[in-house]
């Protein structure tokens, strides 16, 4: 079965991308977001695309709002990871155990936080052509309509690599495809 995703098409001064208009606000984890991002061809539809939370009104205010999002995340992300490195060395150096395995596993899920994160960001920053949150001023973005991804849904799961991952990774995603699909069955 393929669904259509609508897409708003957008130029920055790196290109023209597209950003998925109808499972960005599902997604429960804000670096999932800027996954959402893809280099399309400049090709936009002659009609509006209905449902979508995105639209070529709102793409300059709610890609401002992803980066700043990141960027916010980011430093949480990369304090949270500090403090509780400088909590466990204290304790190594003082010679109090403090369970070495848990304290390495904590780490590395934190580490995993801040890559994941950080990638976000550098998508953002790449698609919009920024290089931080003071070039968030003057942010060229210039819609230019809609354009429709055909989503590929094979036994309730989606054939896209991107897709697919999200859909391993977010229980929002899963929640927003199974309500897509219902309505494609149901029309």
Do not use: C
């Not at 130029?11 to 959402?36: C, K, M, N, Q």
């Not at 890559?115 to 210039?142: C, Y």
């Not at 897709?163 to 229980?171: N, T, V």
């Amino acid at each position: 079965m393929e669904v259509e995703v609508p897409y708003v098409l957008f130029r920055t001064r790196s290109g023209v991308y597209g950003i998925d208009g109808y499972f960005y606000p599902a997604l429960e984890r804000v670096e999932h977001r800027a996954a959402l991002l893809r280099k399309m061809e400049p090709k936009p539809l002659p009609r509006e695309l209905k449902g979508a939370y995105v639209t070529p009104d709102n793409v300059r205010e709610i890609l401002r709002g992803l980066a700043l999002e990141l960027y916010e995340l980011t430093g949480r992300s990369f304090e949270e990871r500090s403090k509780h490195m400088r909590r466990w060395n204290i304790l190594r150096f003082l010679g109090i155990p403090s369970g070495y395995v848990k304290n390495l596993k904590r780490d590395e899920e934190l580490a995993g936080r801040v890559r994941r994160a950080l990638l976000a960001l550098s998508i953002v920053e790449h698609v919009l052509g920024i290089k931080g949150p003071s070039d968030l001023g003057d942010l060229f973005v210039e819609p230019l309509g809609w354009a429709v991804f055909r989503l590929e849904v094979v036994n309730g799961k989606p054939v896209d690599p991107l897709y697919s991952q999200l859909y391993e990774d977010d229980a929002g995603f899963r929640r927003a495809l199974s309500e897509l699909l219902k309505k494609e069955r149901g029309s």
